[in-house]
């Protein structure tokens, strides 16, 4: 059996869903989340973000922006990837609520979002001592950035379950150091606990 892999982000739209996307579409057992206190979507100015409580099914944000301004929101692709995350699931999910399985890996695409997740598991004590690795890759939150990094992180993931890798404990570094030797992204790394 495979191993069971967490992506997250802040809202659980771009990076972590593209990530999501790939993972799944290559047969992984994935989940994603963000970490946000709600998930932003930019809105017709900066001062004026589309703001949705975590739980918001996709397609209820996805009709909301049609409504709002279609030509806007097909333009800067928004509609166009709450269509790829309606596809994928039904909702995007906060890591500190609905994060309740536990993971062989744990995948952050900013470093303020592995902050969380650390803290979060570290909190929630060690009930069942079983150690998930935590990586973050910082991703630039762009439509561009999101499907580079998507593919990256599809990279590692690969290095990760390969069939040569019999001890994810003691042969991490090895993977994080050849994976980073191939893309030139930021990495922390540490092992927490469920």
């Given amino acids: 059996m495979g191993k069971s892999y967490a992506i997250v982000c802040a809202s659980n739209q771009n990076r972590s869903m593209e990530a999501h996307h790939v993972l799944v579409k290559c047969g992984f057992q994935v989940a994603s989340y963000g970490t946000g206190s709600a998930v932003r979507l930019p809105g017709p100015s900066i001062e004026r973000p589309n703001i949705y409580p975590f739980g918001t099914p996709y397609d209820d944000m996805y009709q909301d922006l049609l409504v709002k301004d279609p030509k806007l929101y097909k333009q800067n692709g928004l509609l166009d990837m709450l269509d790829r995350n309606r596809k994928i699931k039904l909702a995007p999910e906060q890591w500190s609520i609905d994060a309740k399985d536990d993971f062989d890996v744990i995948i952050s695409c900013e470093e303020r979002c592995f902050d969380v997740i650390c803290e979060d598991l570290t909190d929630r004590g060690e009930t069942r001592n079983r150690p998930v690795h935590v990586i973050n890759i910082d991703i630039k939150d762009n439509h561009e950035d999101a499907l580079l990094g998507g593919r990256a992180i599809l990279q590692l993931v690969q290095m990760i379950d390969s069939e040569r890798i019999n001890d994810l404990d003691e042969e991490i570094q090895n993977v994080l150091q050849e994976w980073q030797g191939k893309y030139k ?10």
């Fill in 185 to 194: 992204y930021e990495i922390l790394h540490c092992i927490a606990y469920f």
